[in-house]
T-cell receptor, first 114, second 108 residues
Framework: DAGVIQSPRHEVTEMGQEVTLRCKPISGHDYLFWYRQTMMRGLELLIYFNNNVPIDDSGMPEDRFSAKMPNASFSTLKIQPSEPRDSAVYFC????????????FGPGTRLTVT | SQQGEEDPQALSIQEGENATMNCSYKTSINNLQWYRQNSGRGLVHLILIRSNEREKHSGRLRVTLDTSKKSSSLLITASRAADTASYFCAMYGQNFVFGPGTRLSVLP
């Protein structure tokens, strides 16, 4: 298996633009997590899905952020409109069952909003 | 909140020395996991310890868990320069929360 795949690896955009981050989890993993990492706030859980259904989105910072998982092999995190304070590294992770198995992290998307 | 804390925030040691990192949490957990992150990379799982376990080993890694004190420690023995990274504890209970991490520098 290729592991968790994220795209793009780097994204530079101007304030106000829409940004879409993509994630392909490991096949067979029923849980998918989106995290954001910054120096100031560390690693924050934004949202997670179980069998394509959002379970906990309490970490989504505001309405500008939305996440979808249309099928078991694809998820998106969208920011619209983007702001400079959204600049961070966004990670996607998947696991067969949280709490019993480890989470497998993707390489991350480094987002810079100017 | 199940927020965790880690100490020290940063640790610098010489190659061959042991490194100990600590993690504390506030509420009950099902298990606690340790992850490693090299600069610019995603997190990689190191070891998982369940709430009914007290100690686990994996190669040069030793993890302990004290549920009465709500704390865990990660010991890396005979450290190497390649161990230089950030180390995070992650607590799984009602939800999944990562600690702020410890930045370990192993000097050759």
């Amino acid at each position: 298996d290729a592991g968790v795949i994220q795209s793009p690896r780097h994204e530079v955009t101007e304030m106000g633009q829409e940004v879409t981050l993509r994630c392909k989890p490991i096949s067979g993993h029923d849980y998918l997590f989106w995290y954001r990492q910054t120096m100031m706030r560390g690693l924050e859980l934004l949202i997670y899905f179980n069998n394509n259904v959002p379970i906990d989105d309490s970490g989504m910072p505001e309405d500008r952020f939305s996440a979808k998982m249309p099928n078991a092999s694809f998820s998106t995190l969208k920011i619209q409109p983007s702001e400079p304070r959204d600049s961070a590294v966004y990670f996607c992770a998947s696991t067969p069952r949280p709490g019993y198995y480890e989470q497998y992290f993707g390489p991350g998307t480094r987002l810079t909003v100017t | 909140s199940q927020q965790g804390e880690e100490d020290p925030q940063a640790l610098s040691i010489q190659e061959g020395e042991n490194a100990t990192m600590n993690c504390s949490y506030k509420t009950s957990i099902n298990n606690l996991q340790w992850y490693r992150q090299n600069s610019g990379r995603g997190l990689v799982h190191l070891i998982l310890i369940r709430s009914n376990e007290r100690e686990k080993h994996s190669g040069r890694l030793r993890v302990t868990l004290d549920t009465s004190k709500k704390s865990s420690s990660l010991l890396i023995t005979a450290s190497r320069a390649a161990d230089t990274a950030s180390y995070f504890c992650a607590m799984y209970g009602q939800n999944f929360v990562f600690g702020p991490g410890t930045r370990l520098s192993v000097l050759p």
